[in-house]
């Protein structure tokens, strides 16, 4: 039982590039997350999906997509990389609105 | 207006004794819940409690409880004998308006060194 699972672990980016965060889940859960962190902010909501096939915008979600596949997988996609985009982060899942499980984040760095 | 706010940047405090962490939130929903997370150094976020807003009583996991003042909109982290280990970043957060909603709030945290 893995729990989160998140791919890449850190990724170093050229302004412009794009790139695809992945995420998976085993536990069966329906609602799934990804948040940024940056120092002195907390953790951001970038895009939720509440259940398989719908998404839903988080705090932040200028300049990112993100697809449901399935019930245990989340993607993150950056089109085209900022510097502001540096940040650590994270996937979460959760059963309806109880606690929420984290994945180990990914360190994102766009020079 | 901050919904979570953690007003204790840092905190130092020697092993063994007791901590409070401080969480003030705002909202005007009757239904929501409050969550703790830790965050040690090597970067990964750890559930540590819960509180539902109906919830009569305090809620306690093993050395964690969460002292709830609803009149106040507060729900501070109490660390009993603190240990090396519990050194991290603890994050308070909010969902709001009840299960139907998915999304949580998280406050700036609180970093919490333990001195031996």
């Known amino acids: 039982n893995a729990g989160v699972t998140q791919t890449p672990k850190f990724q170093v980016l050229k302004t412009g590039q794009s790139m695809t965060l992945q995420c998976a889940q085993d536990?069966?859960?329906?609602?799934m997350y990804w948040y940024r962190q940056d120092p002195g902010m907390g953790l951001r909501l970038i895009y939720y999906?509440?259940?398989?096939?719908?998404?839903d915008k988080g705090e932040v979600p200028n300049g990112y997509n993100v697809s449901r596949l399935n019930k245990r997988e989340f993607s993150l996609r950056l089109e085209s990389a900022a510097p502001s985009q540096t940040s650590v982060y994270f996937c979460?899942?959760?059963?309806?609105?109880?606690?929420?499980?984290f994945g180990p984040g990914t360190r994102l760095t766009v020079t | 207006a901050q919904k979570i706010t953690q007003t204790q940047p840092g905190m130092f405090v020697q092993e063994k004794e007791a901590v409070t962490l401080d969480c003030t939130y705002d909202t005007s929903d009757p239904s929501y819940g409050l969550f703790w997370y830790k965050q040690p150094s090597s970067g990964e976020m750890i559930f540590l409690i819960y509180?539902?807003?109906?919830?009569?009583q305090n809620a306690t996991e093993g050395r964690y409880s969460l002292n709830f003042q609803k009149a106040r909109k507060s729900a501070n982290l109490v660390i009993s004998a603190s240990q090396l280990g519990d050194s991290a970043m603890y994050f308070c957060?909010?969902?709001?308006?009840?299960?139907?909603?998915?999304?949580?709030?998280f406050g700036t945290g609180t970093r919490l060194t333990i001195i031996p």
């Open positions: 999906s509440a259940s398989e096939g719908t998404t």
């Open positions: 979460a899942s959760s059963f309806l609105g109880y606690e929420q499980y």
């Open positions: 957060a909010m969902r709001e308006r009840g299960f139907g909603n998915e999304k949580l709030t």
């Open positions: 536990m069966n859960h329906n609602s």
């Open positions: 509180q539902g807003s109906y919830d009569q």
